[in-house]
Structure formats: C-alpha cells, structure tokens
C-alpha cells in the first residue's frame, strides 16, 4: 500500500531530480568504485588512492576503502578551510546558562586543536594509543577529538552520563593510558562532579592509566595550586596531586598552535565508540579515516542538502555516534558552522531549543524524536513564541518517528514547508543509510524512505530469503560495504562476524525489521533482538541484567521494554530475589542506585517487578516474549502458556504487573 505524500517546494543543491537520484543511485550499485572513487576526491589526500573498495562480507570480513591512500581527518576538518574561511565560525558553542555562547573561527580552531595535539605529544600519546574522552559538551570535546586525530591517536569517547564503573570498563576494553576529562558537567542549570567519576574508575585502573588531563570549565587550575580567573575551591573534587594529574591549561599554556598532522593510511583507526549489543558487555565499534570521514562528509552534504555559510545544529552528545559524524566530522571536513550545546533541551524552559534557534538563526536542526515528543508534551506555545523562519531543513535519528511526533515537527517547527529527513542508520554503519534526500522526493511520515547512494537494503525472511513483495516485514541486511561501515570489534574481530555476518551469511545485518512499501519505500519498525532503544539510547537486555544479577539479593532479572508515549521504549525489569530476601519498596531504591552506578542514570528503570520466578520452558529457558506481552498489558497476546514448566507464574505476573 502506498500513502498520501507530502510534497516541499524547493530543490536540491546536488541532486536535481528523483530521476537524477535513480541514475546515480543505480551507478553507485553497479559500478561503485567509479562513484565512490570520485566522491572520495572531496577529501584532500597527502598521497592518493588507487584502489577503492576491497570488502568481504564473508570468509575474513575484511573492510577497506581507498586502503592505499594517506590523508589526515584533522587536517580535512580545518587546515584546508583555512585559505577561504580561518575567520568564518566553525563552531558555535551554547553554553547551557542562556547568556553564554562562543563563536569559534577556523582559526581558533585550528589554534586551539593544535596546541591540544602539541600538549598530547608532550605527554608522550603517540599514533595508535587509545585516548579516552568523558567531557561534556563544551569546545574542548571537539578540540579533544580533532588533536587524537591530527597526531594519529585514537580516540574514544564516552558519553559523560555513564558511570564510573562503565567508564572504567572501556579503559579496560581498549587499555586507554590517557583521559581527558572536566571537573563538572553543567546541565540544566545543576553542575554534576564528572571529575569525581574518573577518580573513581582510576581506583580499578590505575595500572593502564598513565595520565589524565582535566578541563576546568571555569577556570585555570591544577593540582599544583596553580589557580587561575576565580576561586573556586577543586580540593574536594580532585585528589591530591599524582604524577598522572595535569590540568588542561597547565598542558597546553607554553605550546605552539603549530602541530603537523599525522599521515595516516585510510585504513588506519580514528576511533572506538562503545555500544550495546544483544550478548555481553558494550563492543568497541572501530571506524578507521578514510573510508568513514567521505561517508559523514557526503551524506552531511546531500542529506541535509547543507550549503555553504549555513548553521547545522545537530542536538546529540558527542558521546554517541551522532555527535561524532554530524556534529564532528561530517560538518567540519565540509567546512560548516556546526553548533554545540551544552545543555537539555527544558532548561530553562521548554523553549530552549527554539529560543537557541532564533537567537542563533540555525538553518538545519537534527534532533530525536523522544526530543520531540516530550517538548510536543510541553505544548506548541513554547515553539510559536519563536521566530523559526531560519529554520531550512529538520532531521531526526535514533528510533522511529511516529506519525503524531512528525506532524507536530512539521506544522509547528518546519512550519509545513521544511522537509524532515528522518535517517536511518547506526553507530556500525557510520552515516546515513536510508533517508529522503531532501527536496528530491516526497515524503510520507514515519517512513524513513529509500536508501543512500551505494546502500543495498534487502528484507529478508527467517530463511534468509529476500522478500520481494512488498507490504511484507522482513530483518533489514545489507548486501554490499559502504565506506562508513565499522571495520572490526576492538580487539575481537571474531564477535564482529559473529554479531554482524552470522545471523544471515552473506549480508550485513542491521537487528532491526523493515517493511517495505509498494513505492520501494521503507519504515523501520524497530529491533528485532534483544537490544533497548530507551529514548534513543541503545542498551542491550543482556548487559542490563548482568549488572542487576551482580546485587547479593539478586538471584535473577529478565528485563524487556514496552512502548513508552515519551521516550519510545520504557524499561521493565522482572527481578528474582535469592531465599530469604523480601521484597520492598526499600529494595527497590537501592536496585535503581546500583544500576545507576554499575551504567549510568540512563539505565534507571521504568518499571520494577519482584517476582518469585521467572517463566520458563521445559528446558530452562526464560520466556521472554511472555514477560513482554505482560510489560506491554497485552495479555490476549500472550497466548498458551501451557508447553512452559511452570505455566502457573504466567497468571501470577499479570496480577502483580506494574501498571
Ligand atoms: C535505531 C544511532 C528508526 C535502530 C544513529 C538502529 C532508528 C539503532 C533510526 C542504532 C530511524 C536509528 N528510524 N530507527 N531514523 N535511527 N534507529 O547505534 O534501531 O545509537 O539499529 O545509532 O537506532 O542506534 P545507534
């Protein structure tokens, strides 16, 4: 079935028409070493490709693009702007209080990521060695990632709301010597410690951490007492002076802005990002230079139609893939004015996002739909009282967009003329995968439409099979590379075939399900494993309940989602006690505490259920579509429950569930 479609006047600066779509859609399937070789060119290259793809989507899974080029991100992201633009902003920094912001220049940019790079060389980083970054979103994260990018180290950043104990597993996973982190994070007005959280995280891993480097966001100051613009007291924050302490002033004071990029071959890391998978422990997604920076910057260019001089305000965190590839890279190597902000988007009231944008006259906003639909909670006053004329094109990422969340973002921000370009993608794939081309198609709501230049979207039924027809939903896998894609697992390329290859040999599979409509349009209709998507954060099930089983009075959890009117999944947990542990409201709180610190706030359940068992099949399995038929209340769906071992605690567990 095809739907109404919504149509927006205007045109595209690249891709004049869907026909001319379909012709270079069509080259880029057949003969994709001409297209991407020539795409490829919009990079500088210290010394050229001659090969473009070499990828395998079986036997080694090996991934390369462009493997014999050398280039350097960095200097893609600001030295080649400098003859046309070193005083045009490439960022602009929103402080979270409303009365501070920053325009930074290519320039300053240039200075500030050099002296950065100069620091860390100092400190002894060297191409290769892993740089974990906990900051939040001030300039000195992008400074931070830019310098491991010029001088070939590779960074990774955690998202500042993960707990210590999360951080100090990535420090493990890739044996990150050095930190970069601040003393607070300010966020809606409250200062949070983050300092305090890489303290603690050092207690488990001080033997790999050899130095941390701290940003003290209001101030100059160091453990030696060196004290800069105000008085603030760090004595409480920080302990005493180690040898591994240095402040970020201190580090960067005496250094030169003058910091020669490191060349880089193309296949060689730019960063690890950590995420959730159905089994396990987070995975260190690796991306690699050359491959990844003309993927972000290609589809930043053609999907948000960017032109130069405009404003892209991207709201993500720079601890999520969002933040690296649409606030980072993808606008900077395209030589844009990309904008940071530092705070939440209700703070300090719910206009603040369409207050930032008519202050600062953004023309393209990227945002979540969870974003949406709780300022959509909040009523359209708050956007109405603003001037959004600016406004241009709107985006949207990480979970599905339903049709009321849409509506809303169309009449009452994008003003009905501004397309939305919902996109489709992961942190494994890099970029964009399927989305509309702005202009160059018609829309129809929820529907994040039809694939990128060079992406082979198949369904594919329980087989393996390709569904064909349409209307029909199937697991969404990609049949060739593109040169976003991840390239390994940090330090387990085995898990990366496994987790990516296996399900379905052959393919690159996504773990979400599609449909496709008669149109060759596709909405996605969410995963299929046993991954969470809570307001757009991925958390899988797994990882979740190992850390609640870890608690002495937990014998076992089960833990699902059900659909949540603001944040698109809400979070259920099912928890058995060990003999002798009584359920109450006391236990409770202190199982929301530690899953905070064993994950992070982010973690916090929505819903916990104590019960006696769990339901199982005869061989000992938890019944997991049972548990969430029950978290969802859809209890005719629950169906016969008479094959499970222990059928009685079905009845049980809906009498008891949590409303
Ligand atoms: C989901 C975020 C529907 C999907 C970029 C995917 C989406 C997971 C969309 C990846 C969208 C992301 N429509 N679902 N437009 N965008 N997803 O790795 O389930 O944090 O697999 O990357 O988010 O989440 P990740």
Redesign the pocket.
């Known amino acids: 079935m095809s739907d109404d479609k919504i149509h927006f006047n205007g045109s595209h600066h690249l891709i004049h028409d869907f026909k001319h779509y379909q012709t270079l859609y069509q080259q880029s399937i057949d003969t994709p070493d001409a297209f991407w070789g020539e795409v490829g060119q919009r990079l500088d290259w210290f010394s050229p490709y001659t090969t473009v793809a070499n990828a395998h989507f079986k036997d080694n899974h090996e991934i390369k693009w462009y493997e014999d080029g050398t280039l350097n991100a960095c200097y893609n992201c600001i030295d080649r702007h400098l003859p046309d633009k070193a005083n045009d902003t490439a960022i602009t920094w929103q402080g979270d209080n409303p009365d501070t912001y920053q325009r930074i220049t290519y320039q300053a940019l240039y200075n500030a990521v050099g002296k950065f790079a100069n620091g860390l060389k100092s400190l002894g980083v060297k191409k290769g060695d892993r740089v974990i970054i906990y900051l939040p979103m001030i300039p000195e994260a992008a400074y931070a990632m830019l310098a491991c990018a010029r001088i070939g180290a590779v960074h990774s950043v955690v998202f500042g709301g993960f707990s210590a104990e999360s951080l100090a597993s990535r420090i493990k996973d890739c044996q990150a010597a050095y930190v970069i982190t601040a003393d607070f994070s300010t966020r809606g007005g409250k200062r949070i410690p983050l300092k305090n959280n890489v303290n603690k995280a050092l207690e488990s891993t001080s033997d790999i951490v050899k130095r941390v480097i701290t940003i003290y966001t209001d101030g100059d100051n160091d453990n030696n007492g060196n004290s800069g613009s105000n008085s603030h007291d760090y004595s409480e924050d920080i302990p005493a002076n180690t040898e591994r302490e240095i402040a970020y002033h201190t580090l960067i004071n005496a250094q030169s802005p003058d910091c020669e990029p490191a060349v880089m071959n193309a296949e060689d890391p730019l960063f690890i990002l950590y995420?959730s998978g159905s089994t396990g422990t987070p995975k260190g997604v690796l991306h690699t230079t050359g491959g990844y920076l003309v993927y972000a910057a290609y589809t930043h260019e053609v999907l948000f139609d960017y032109r130069p001089g405009e404003l892209f305000w991207c709201t993500a965190d720079v601890g999520?893939?969002?933040g690296h590839t649409y606030m980072i890279y993808g606008p900077l190597a395209n030589g844009a004015n990309t904008l940071l902000y530092e705070g939440i988007p209700t703070y300090p009231t719910p206009a603040r996002f369409w207050q930032i944008c008519e202050q600062h006259r953004v023309n393209i906003f990227y945002t979540a739909p969870t974003a949406i639909r709780s300022l959509m909670t909040e009523g359209e006053q708050y956007a109405t009282g603003h001037n959004l004329s600016s406004l241009r094109i709107l985006g949207?990422?990480?979970?599905?967009?339903n049709v009321e969340a849409w509506q809303w973002y169309h009449q009452h921000i994008g003003n009905k003329t501004c397309p939305i370009v919902?996109?489709?993608?992961?942190?494994?794939?890099g970029g964009h995968m399927?989305?509309p081309i702005p202009y160059v198609w018609d829309q129809v709501p929820g529907k994040?439409t039809l694939p990128f230049f060079g992406v082979k979207p198949v369904l594919l039924d329980e087989k393996g099979q390709e569904i064909t027809a349409p209307d029909h939903e199937g697991s969404l896998a990609f049949k060739h590379s593109w040169p976003g894609q991840m390239r390994t697992v940090y330090g387990d390329h085995q898990r990366f075939i496994d987790t990516y290859f296996q399900t379905f040999p052959g393919y690159y599979f996504?773990?979400?399900g599609a449909i496709r409509d008669a149109d060759g349009y596709i909405r996605?209709t969410?995963?299929v494993d046993d991954?969470l998507?809570i307001s757009?954060?991925?958390m899988g099930t797994a990882e979740l309940e190992d850390a609640f089983n870890l608690h002495p009075k937990v014998a076992e959890t089960a833990v699902v989602g059900y659909p949540h009117d603001i944040k698109g999944q809400g979070l259920y947990v099912y928890a058995t006690l060990f003999k002798g542990e009584t359920p109450s409201d006391e236990l409770k709180k202190e199982l929301v505490a530690w899953i905070r610190e064993k994950i992070g706030p982010i973690a916090t359940p929505d819903k916990l259920h104590f019960t006696p068992e769990l339901p199982r099949t005869r061989s000992g399995k938890i019944m997991r579509r049972i548990l969430r038929k029950i978290a969802e209340n859809d209890i005719d769906g629950i169906g016969d429950v008479s094959t499970l071992a222990n059928p009685a605690i079905v009845e049980t567990l809906i009498k008891t569930r949590i409303a």
């Open positions: 995420t999520w893939i969002t949207s990422v990480g979970e599905p967009i919902d996109t489709w993608w992961q942190t494994e794939t399927i989305a994040a996504s773990g979400d996605i969410g995963r991954i998507n757009g954060h991925r």
